[in-house]
C-alpha cells in the first residue's frame, strides 16, 4: 500500500468517525507520526494531505529540518523533550504537543523569551496515571494553568494525552473522555496564556474512539508508513 493509499483510507475513517459522532470532519486534524521515516516518506505524507508532521526525537527533527522535509506543513514536536535540548526545538516547531513537567515548561518559556518569540505547546496528560510515563495528572493540569500567567513567552493550545494500549476497541474511551471533559472546565475558567483548541489523543489502535470522544487531532504513524522496524540502526 502507498502512503498516499493508507492516508486516502485514514481520512475516510476519521471522516466516518466524526459524522457518526455528530461532528464536522474538517474540525478533526491528521498529524503524521514520522518517527524512523526518512525525508522521502515525510514529503510523500504531505504531499498526499497531512494536516501536520509529528516528530519524537530532537536528532530525527534537526536532521529533517536541515533536508527541508516539512515543506508545506506545519512540523509539531511529540516525544520525550530534555530540558537541555529545547534550543534545538524551540521556535523550530510550531507546537510542542509533549510538554510534561514543570522543569520543561519553564526550560521553554526561558527559551521562547532569549528569542523573542512565543511558542504554543500542549500539556502531556498521564490520563491513566502510568508509571513508565511522563505528563502531568489531569489535577496537576489544573495547577498549571493557574500558573501560565507567569509563562509570557509560552501560549497552551491544548491538551495531548497517550493512554495505555488497548486490546479491545473501546477501551480508551474512558481516557479519552476524561481528557474532554478536563478541557471543558479549563476552557470555562479563562486563564491567561491558554486557549484550548486542540486536543490531541488517538494514534493508529484507537483514532475512531479518540474522535468519538472529541479528539481534534489525531498522531498516525503505522497506519500511514507502515509497521517500523525498531532492528534498523
Ligand atoms: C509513534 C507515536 C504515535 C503514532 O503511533 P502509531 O501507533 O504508530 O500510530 C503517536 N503519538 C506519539 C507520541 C508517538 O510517539
Do not use: W
Amino acid at each position: 500500500m502507498s502512503i498516499a493509499t493508507n492516508i486516502a483510507k485514514i481520512r475516510e475513517q476519521m471522516d466516518r468517525a466524526a459524522l457518526a459522532a455528530g461532528r464536522d470532519p474538517s474540525e478533526i486534524l491528521l498529524c503524521a507520526a514520522t518517527k524512523m521515516n526518512g525525508a522521502d516518506n515525510v514529503r510523500q505524507a504531505i504531499a498526499a494531505g497531512v494536516d501536520c508532521c509529528g516528530e519524537n526525537r530532537v536528532q530525527e527533527l534537526t536532521a529533517k529540518l536541515s533536508q527541508d522535509a516539512y515543506r508545506g506543513a506545519p512540523v509539531h514536536f511529540i516525544g520525550h523533550l530534555q530540558t537541555n535540548k529545547v534550543r534545538q526545538v524551540v521556535g523550530k516547531v510550531d507546537l510542542i504537543q509533549s510538554v510534561d513537567s514543570e522543569r520543561l515548561l519553564q526550560a521553554i518559556d526561558k527559551e521562547a523569551a532569549r528569542q523573542g518569540i512565543r511558542q504554543d505547546i500542549l500539556l502531556e496528560v498521564n490520563v491513566a496515571g502510568e508509571e513508565s510515563k511522563s505528563g502531568f495528572t489531569v489535577a496537576e493540569v489544573g495547577k498549571i494553568m493557574e500558573q501560565m500567567y507567569l509563562y509570557g513567552n509560552t501560549f497552551v493550545r491544548g491538551l495531548m494525552a497517550i493512554p495505555p494500549i488497548c486490546q479491545n476497541p473501546g477501551e480508551n474511551n474512558k481516557f479519552f473522555q476524561e481528557i474532554c471533559n478536563l478541557s471543558v472546565d479549563i476552557t470555562a475558567k479563562k486563564y491567561d496564556n491558554v486557549s484550548v483548541d486542540i486536543l490531541s489523543m488517538g494514534m493508529s489502535g484507537d483514532f475512531e474512539d479518540a474522535i468519538a470522544c472529541g479528539s481534534t487531532m489525531i498522531r498516525v504513524g503505522t497506519a500511514i508508513f507502515g509497521a517500523r522496524d525498531y532492528s534498523v540502526k
